[in-house]
């Protein structure tokens, strides 16, 4: 059964430096997300990307995020300049059309920065 | 806005037991998605089982139900004849309706609630 794939499993990066964190989607989907859980809290919606730009970002997703779909097969997360709060486990989601029920998680990745 | 709550951060059976775990929400949406993910060790989280709000009939999976109120705003998730492969991260998730408006098709998820089967 296809799945959607994340590396790496754990990153830790020290304060200010950039992040990617990589995902790849299962490969008929249009619809890309990410989320974030920050330890012992809710786990919260990042963004949405459909047909190469975003379509809906939460008020977490500032400046400092981007996102990307550089080569048709990955979708990536990039943090420029990271921060001790970014640290939190980072999901990716897809889902063949915006209105489908079921969005097919990734297993995360942790970022630690420190 | 809409807001998941799960009150039951850790909850156990024991095998071949029945289990209820409980969510509220808020929404200001007639019509809405309700969801519980199942996110086991190995991280993957899952589609459990899936209710539309428009349908008053509780949606079943299985060994898995649902009692949903949506005067009260509640969505229970009832788990009969536990396994020990049901230990997991347990998330009730809302969303908006199917042609959201300007809410688009995030998902809003609770807390959780750790689910520990025991032998």
């Known amino acids: 059964e296809p799945e959607v794939t994340q590396t790496p499993s754990h990153q830790v990066t020290q304060m200010g430096q950039e992040v990617i964190l990589r995902c790849v989607p299962i490969?008929?989907?249009?619809?890309f997300y990410w989320y974030r859980q920050i330890l012992g809290q809710k786990v919260e919606f990042l963004v949405s990307?459909?047909?190469?730009?975003?379509?809906?970002k939460s008020e977490i997703f500032d400046d400092q995020f981007s996102v990307e779909r550089p080569d048709g097969s990955n979708f990536t997360l990039k943090i420029r300049s990271t921060k001790l709060e970014d640290s939190a486990m980072y999901f990716c989601?897809?889902?063949?059309?915006?209105?489908?029920?079921?969005?097919?998680f990734g297993p995360g990745t942790r970022l630690t920065v420190t | 806005a809409q807001t998941v709550t799960q009150s039951q951060p850790e909850m156990s059976v024991q095998e071949a037991e029945t289990v209820t775990l409980s969510c509220t929400y808020d929404?200001?949406?007639?019509?809405?998605?309700l969801f519980w993910y199942k996110q086991p060790p190995s991280r993957q989280m899952i589609l459990v089982i899936r209710?539309?709000?428009?349908?008053?009939q509780n949606a079943t999976e299985n060994r898995f139900s649902v009692n949903f109120q949506k005067a009260a705003k509640s969505f229970s998730l009832k788990i009969s004849d536990s396994q020990l492969g049901d230990t997991a991260m347990y998330f009730c998730?809302?969303?908006?309706?199917?042609?959201?408006?300007?809410?688009?098709?995030?998902?809003?998820f609770g807390e959780g609630t750790q689910l520990t089967v025991n032998p």
């Open positions: 490969s008929n989907h249009l619809y």
């Open positions: 990307f459909y047909n190469n730009e975003i379509s809906e």
């Open positions: 998730a809302l969303r908006p309706p199917k042609d959201g408006e300007t809410s688009g098709s995030r998902l809003t």
């Open positions: 209710q539309e709000a428009y349908k008053q």
């Open positions: 989601a897809s889902t063949w059309g915006r209105n489908s029920y079921e969005q097919y």
């Open positions: 929404t200001s949406e007639s019509n809405y998605y």
